[in-house]
């Protein structure tokens, strides 16, 4: 079935938001390998002295099919070891209950007494797991109704995309500091913590204290899929090298006769990064910070987005399907789509299917010559346990986070990444390959709570398109631009910044579909920083 | 029918009753009225409950209301939420959709339950009428989900329509996105989906006219159009000034969850409401304070709108909301 999309497969590609939202959503950098910060996400009312961020114990690994680098190229495996070490010993959970609320996308994973995977977690963990599963689509108004009603469950998990205003504040009225439990060489006592990376922690690091356990992401934004045989089918180029190359390859797939079109989301991401359009910010280097709306490149970058609309090379439905990533992926799927501009971590829908052959679109600057690559913010999401002084409860959650955050190689791993034999996975050829109902029960959402530095390793998808992936990153790894105001305090960031993302996305929405000229961007951009953004811009220069 | 028996009576009421309310004291009043009483007792409770008791929660248009906060760690900032609505253009702009949706839904969807319950009325076989009505009722129970899609479906950019025209060579219509005539794409959906529901109680009124005065009008050599204008619609007048009031009660709510689907496809410029307004402002962005201010004045306006229109009705020798 070959509109079939599993949450597993969904869950990676957190990176989504990049291609929801014009300005590429929760695409932030991750200041990685800076030292230990100690004021990184400082917040006003500070619960205490700033601590030192968990101390980094490279993991194990088994040797990689290719080495990935410390740039953020990942680790290429062949397969899954499936007799790999066990790094948890002891008892993990104490048979009560887990209430923890997870972010989901699809179906919501098949109940407890159908699947065999959730009852192995159980098992293993020693725990009833009981997910609070909130729709992707619903959780900007689930997620403030929980909070409003105090209705949040003892465990949450809050994808970091989804820009949720206040978190400081909130973290500290609601959440457990776990700073005494995780700060420096305490977090040893969980090893597979303390195998989670710098760039994941920064995430969780609110007030100067640690209150989220991250799921580290992949450091690269988006990517553009194409489809390989629509698009030798048009006989056109799929490695364009230049603007007009692109613009050439659009036009010669679009055949609106037969409902095919290039695309039918906003690209706006791509176009700025192909423009060379900075990271959010830039730091001058007398300190101040300039937004990347006032960089000259901006306003052209959404000039060429709404002629390329203009052109008919986007489908008659882009303005719903904008914020439809299903339907815009079964359209993909379909062929009805040429290319796909998604979060990195879609490679996992893509490369789950073995009958779609498919491409990463290299990126390229306007006149030709290199593009810039927004670097993302390095975690999907962070965990974090409700107020409590309950020591023990807070030990057995942290227990819980470092048996799922096992890295890959470890049988830990192994067992949240592919569940029951037989029944979830087949083994073939001595290569684990998850089965149909394996994706689907991996719906549960567990694996994606919390974690360390992922790998590429899809033994169920196309031959080859680990190593593709990997070639990409190879190639884009040096264009990297992170975000210099990432992690940096802003109280008006904290709690105007959704609202005013949204009034520049929508503005940059109106001119991208026709509905008002690219010159309308000049005043939407004097309303956005007059609303804010100019006192972003020196609360950021002050939190240095 | 339940709708039938709600309904305020259109023949004047007995005299008598007129007189003896006013002598009768209070004490005995309520003895005679404590059965009554007693049985709406609960709606009443329901109304403090779910209606009154929540309007306190008002204080938020006037604090920086933070939900984890709460009402007594949020702070108070006086004026300060309705003045940065006031500056806020895109309020502004909310405001001006809503007017001009409501006005087209009073101008364009208002008569046609009207016009459908007389022509209903007209129809002489029981068996037809009653398979129009059933017809006429059923989208009223599709959600507004399933009635977006299916418009989506047949007359969206990649729907049933321009599919057809594009391979024959025609150029497509932009009707589902095309903002300047969404506020019509509105009207019609809703006219399609409620003009057949709202027949009901236009039915109901016509039925309620006494059929003497049919006949007598037929004795004084009234064709079908004088017992229309002289019968039918007399009869109705009241109900359609009530409906009218109501209406106007909330001209300001014209559809959330409708506009609410089809909003990315026009963009806020064209279908940003009030009720949008504050959704996105208050639950979405986590601005609560500026959202409920935005929502308080919306009531302010309704309840203003609603007493202005049962004064005229009343000028007007209507009997309105309630009697004088």
Same mark, same amino acid.
């Given at each position: 079935?070959?509109?079939?999309?599993?949450?597993?497969?969904? *869950?990676?590609?957190?990176?989504?938001?990049?291609?929801?939202?014009?300005?590429?959503?929760?695409?932030?950098?991750?200041?990685?390998?800076?030292?230990?910060?100690?004021?990184?996400?400082?917040?006003?009312?500070?619960?205490?002295?700033?601590?030192?961020?968990?101390?980094?114990?490279?993991?194990?690994?088994?040797?990689?099919?290719?080495?990935?680098?410390?740039?953020?190229?990942?680790?290429?495996?062949?397969?899954?070891?499936?007799?790999?070490?066990?790094?948890?010993?002891?008892?993990?959970?104490?048979?009560?209950?887990?209430?923890?609320?997870?972010?989901?996308?699809?179906?919501?994973a098949p109940p407890l007494e159908e699947n065999v995977y959730w009852q192995l977690l159980n098992k293993e963990l020693n725990l009833n797991i009981k997910p609070v599963q909130v729709p992707f689509a619903d959780f900007q108004t689930k997620f403030p109704a929980?909070?409003?009603?105090?209705?949040?469950?003892?465990?949450v998990s809050v994808p970091i995309f989804q820009n949720v205003s206040r978190l400081p504040q909130l973290a500290e009225a609601q959440f457990t500091d776990l700073s005494e439990y995780l700060s420096g060489d305490a977090v040893k006592k969980y090893p597979n913590?303390?195998?989670?990376?710098?760039?994941?922690?920064?995430?969780?690091?609110?007030?100067?204290?640690?209150?989220?356990?991250?799921?580290?992401?992949?450091?690269?934004?988006?990517?553009? %899929?194409?489809?390989?045989?629509?698009?030798?089918?048009?006989?056109?180029?799929?490695?364009?090298?230049?603007?007009?190359?692109?613009?050439?390859?659009?036009?010669?797939?679009?055949?609106?006769?037969?409902?095919?079109?290039?695309?039918?989301?906003?690209?706006?991401?791509?176009?700025?990064?192909?423009?060379?359009v900075p990271n959010k910010w830039t730091r001058k280097s007398d300190g101040t910070f300039v937004s990347a709306y006032e960089h000259e490149a901006f306003i052209p970058a959404i000039a060429e987005l709404a002629a390329l609309y203009k052109s008919g090379v986007?489908?008659?439905?882009?303005?719903?399907?904008?914020?439809?990533?299903?339907?815009?992926?079964?359209?993909?799927?379909?062929?009805?789509?040429?290319?796909?501009? =998604?979060?990195?971590?879609?490679?996992?829908?893509?490369?789950?299917?073995?009958?779609?052959?498919?491409?990463?679109?290299?990126?390229?600057?306007?006149?030709?010559?290199?593009?810039?690559?927004?670097?993302?913010?390095?975690?999907?999401?962070?965990?974090?346990?409700?107020?409590?002084?309950?020591?023990?409860?807070?030990?057995?959650?942290?227990?819980? *986070?470092? %048996?799922?955050?096992?890295?890959?190689?470890?049988?830990?791993?192994?067992?949240?990444?592919?569940?029951?034999?037989?029944?979830?996975?087949?083994?073939?050829?001595?290569?684990?390959? *998850?089965?149909?109902?394996?994706?689907?029960?991996?719906?549960?959402?567990?694996? %994606?709570?919390?974690?360390?530095?992922?790998? *590429?390793?899809?033994?169920?998808?196309?031959?080859?398109?680990?190593?593709?992936?990997?070639?990409?990153?190879?190639?884009?790894?040096?264009?990297?631009?992170?975000?210099?105001?990432?992690?940096?305090?802003?109280?008006?960031?904290?709690?105007?910044?959704?609202?005013?993302?949204?009034?520049? =996305?929508?503005?940059?929405?109106?001119?991208?579909?026709?509905?008002?000229?690219?010159?309308?961007?000049?005043?939407?951009?004097?309303?956005?920083?007059?609303?804010?953004?100019?006192?972003?811009?020196?609360?950021?220069?002050?939190?240095? | 029918?339940?709708?039938?028996?709600?309904?305020?009576?259109?023949?004047?009421?007995?005299?008598?009753?007129?007189?003896?309310?006013?002598?009768?004291?209070?004490?005995?009043?309520?003895?005679?009225?404590?059965?009554?009483?007693?049985?709406?007792?609960?709606?009443?409770?329901?109304?403090?409950?779910?209606?009154?008791?929540?309007?306190?929660?008002?204080?938020?248009?006037?604090?920086?209301?933070?939900?984890?906060?709460?009402?007594?760690?949020?702070?108070?900032?006086?004026?300060?939420?309705?003045?940065?609505?006031?500056?806020?253009?895109?309020?502004?702009?909310?405001?001006?959709?809503?007017?001009?949706?409501?006005?087209?839904?009073?101008?364009?969807?208002?008569?046609?339950?009207?016009?459908?319950?007389?022509?209903?009325?007209?129809?002489?076989?029981?068996?037809?009428?009653?398979?129009?009505?059933?017809?006429?009722?059923?989208?009223?129970?599709?959600?507004?989900?399933?009635?977006?899609?299916?418009?989506?479906?047949?007359?969206?950019?990649?729907?049933?329509?321009?599919?057809?025209?594009?391979?024959?060579?025609?150029?497509?219509?932009?009707?589902?996105?095309?903002?300047?005539?969404?506020?019509?794409?509105?009207?019609?959906?809703?006219?399609?989906?409620?003009?057949?529901?709202?027949?009901?109680?236009?039915?109901?009124?016509?039925?309620?006219?006494?059929?003497?005065?049919?006949?007598?009008?037929?004795?004084?050599?009234?064709?079908?159009?004088?017992?229309?204008?002289?019968?039918?619609?007399?009869?109705?007048?009241?109900?359609?000034?009530?409906?009218?009031?109501?209406?106007?009660?909330?001209?300001?709510?014209?559809?959330?969850?409708?506009?609410?689907?089809?909003?990315?496809?026009?963009?806020?410029?064209?279908?940003?409401?009030?009720?949008?307004?504050?959704?996105?402002?208050?639950?979405?962005?986590?601005?609560?304070?500026?959202?409920?201010?935005?929502?308080?004045?919306?009531?302010?306006?309704?309840?203003?709108?609603?007493?202005?229109?049962?004064?005229?009705?009343?000028?007007?020798?209507?009997?309105?909301?309630?009697?004088?």
């Open positions: 079935m070959s509109s079939r999309i599993s949450r597993r497969s969904l *869950l990676r590609s957190a990176g989504l938001a990049a291609a929801l939202a014009p300005f590429g959503g929760a695409l932030a950098a991750c200041g990685s390998g800076s030292g230990t910060r100690s004021a990184g996400g400082g917040g006003s009312a500070s619960a205490g002295q700033a601590v030192p961020l968990p101390t980094y114990v490279p993991p194990n690994k088994p040797k990689p099919l290719y080495e990935g680098t410390a740039q953020g190229v990942m680790d290429v495996y062949e397969s899954f070891p499936m007799d790999g070490p066990k790094t948890v010993t002891g008892p993990v959970g104490d048979g009560t209950d887990f209430n923890v609320m997870i972010m989901t996308y699809g179906q919501p929980l909070v409003a009603g105090d209705d949040l469950p003892e465990f913590l303390a195998g989670i990376q710098e760039a994941g922690w920064l995430n969780g690091y609110l007030n100067g204290r640690i209150y989220g356990v991250p799921r580290s992401d992949p450091i690269f934004s988006t990517q553009i %899929y194409t489809k390989t045989d629509v698009i030798e089918a048009a006989g056109a180029n799929p490695q364009p090298k230049n603007l007009q190359e692109f613009r050439d390859l659009a036009k010669a797939v679009t055949d609106p006769k037969a409902g095919v079109y290039a695309f039918g989301g906003n690209i706006a991401g791509f176009l700025q990064m192909m423009f060379g986007f489908h008659p439905d882009t303005a719903t399907l904008i914020e439809n990533k299903v339907q815009r992926d079964a359209l993909f799927r379909s062929g009805k789509l040429a290319m796909v501009h =998604d979060g990195n971590r879609a490679f996992g829908i893509v490369a789950d299917d073995r009958e779609l052959v498919f491409d990463i679109m290299l990126p390229f600057g306007k006149d030709g010559g290199d593009a810039v690559h927004w670097t993302g913010n390095g975690a999907y999401a962070i965990t974090m346990i409700k107020k409590t002084t309950d020591k023990k409860r807070i030990d057995m959650f942290l227990k819980v *986070l470092d %048996y799922i955050s096992a890295p890959f190689g470890t049988r830990e791993s192994f067992v949240i990444n592919y569940g029951v034999e037989g029944e979830d996975y087949t083994v073939k050829d001595g290569v684990a390959v *998850l089965t149909t109902r394996g994706q689907r029960e991996q719906d549960l959402g567990m694996a %994606y709570i919390a974690g360390g530095p992922q790998v *590429l390793c899809n033994p169920q998808g196309t031959p080859g398109v680990d190593k593709l992936n990997y070639d990409w990153q190879q190639k884009v790894v040096s264009t990297l631009l992170p975000n210099p105001a990432e992690h940096l305090y802003s109280q008006t960031y904290n709690t105007k910044g959704a609202a005013l993302q949204k009034q520049m =996305d929508d503005a940059v929405v109106a001119v991208f579909l026709g509905r008002e000229p690219a010159s309308s961007l000049t005043a939407a951009i004097q309303k956005w920083k007059s609303g804010g953004g100019d006192q972003m811009a020196r609360e950021y220069a002050q939190a240095r | 029918m339940a709708v039938n028996q709600t309904l305020p009576r259109v023949n004047p009421p007995p005299e008598n009753k007129l007189h003896t309310q006013r002598k009768m004291p209070f004490l005995t009043k309520l003895w005679r009225d404590s059965p009554l009483l007693v049985m709406v007792a609960p709606a009443v409770l329901i109304l403090l409950l779910f209606t009154y008791i929540p309007l306190l929660g008002s204080v938020i248009a006037f604090m920086d209301y933070v939900p984890f906060l709460g009402f007594t760690g949020s702070e108070w900032v006086g004026w300060a939420n309705f003045s940065s609505l006031f500056s806020d253009t895109a309020f502004w702009n909310a405001l001006w959709n809503t007017a001009q949706i409501t006005l087209l839904q009073i101008v364009l969807f208002f008569p046609v339950p009207i016009l459908l319950a007389v022509l209903l009325n007209t129809v002489a076989m029981p068996m037809a009428k009653r398979f129009v009505q059933s017809v006429i009722y059923l989208p009223h129970f599709l959600s507004w989900v399933i009635i977006v899609a299916l418009f989506q479906q047949v007359l969206g950019g990649n729907g049933v329509l321009n599919r057809f025209l594009l391979t024959h060579d025609m150029s497509p219509f932009e009707i589902m996105s095309n903002p300047d005539t969404f506020k019509l794409l509105l009207t019609t959906q809703a006219i399609w989906k409620d003009a057949g529901w709202g027949t009901i109680i236009f039915l109901a009124a016509i039925a309620a006219i006494n059929p003497g005065l049919y006949e007598a009008a037929t004795i004084d050599g009234a064709g079908a159009w004088q017992r229309f204008w002289h019968v039918t619609l007399p009869g109705m007048r009241p109900i359609i000034v009530l409906m009218l009031i109501l209406r106007l009660g909330d001209s300001l709510t014209v559809g959330f969850e409708q506009i609410l689907l089809q909003r990315d496809a026009v963009g806020p410029g064209a279908a940003e409401v009030l009720d949008t307004f504050t959704y996105f402002n208050g639950v979405v962005d986590g601005s609560w304070g500026t959202a409920t201010a935005a929502g308080l004045l919306k009531g302010v306006v309704s309840l203003l709108l609603v007493l202005a229109a049962n004064k005229l009705a009343h000028r007007l020798g209507e009997e309105g909301v309630y009697r004088r």
